[in-house]
């Protein structure tokens, strides 16, 4: 069991940068896959980013690619989603969450452990 907690939401301008962080529990930490996942108000939980277990290959929605990065520490069980240029489009809560899988996948259903979320709110 892994249980994970976000920081690093607020309220930032259109064009500026956020960096969230998601600590886990556990001794484990590397076993898991590692991704993001945002949840605008009426509107689905969308995938943003994930991270392999170790050798770090990332993956990004078309929406972001260029602008966020997904990293994470296997020393310091955290992952990190640094976000720049960020549009009001990207206001929604963010949630860390983990598989215990070797294969990276994008939907909600499949992954097991999930944050309570941050907020980012981006004015215009």
């Known amino acids: 069991q892994v249980q994970l907690v976000e920081s690093g939401g607020g309220l930032v301008q259109a064009g500026g940068s956020l960096r969230l962080s998601c600590a886990a529990s556990?001794?484990?930490?590397?076993?898991?896959?590692m991704a993001w996942f945002r949840q605008a108000p009426g509107k689905e939980r969308e995938f943003v980013a994930a991270i392999s277990r170790r050798d770090s290959r990332t993956y990004y929605t078309d929406s972001v690619k260029g602008r966020f990065t997904i990293s994470r520490d296997n020393a310091k069980n955290t992952v990190y989603l640094q976000m720049n240029s960020l549009k009001p489009e990207d206001t929604a809560a963010y949630f860390c969450?983990?598989?215990?899988?070797?294969?990276?996948?994008?939907?909600?259903?499949?992954?097991?452990?999930w944050g309570q979320g941050t907020q980012v709110t981006v004015s215009s």
């Open positions: 969450a983990a598989r215990d899988s070797n294969v990276v996948v994008t939907n909600t259903e499949l992954y097991n452990h």
């Open positions: 556990g001794r484990t930490f590397s076993k898991y896959i």
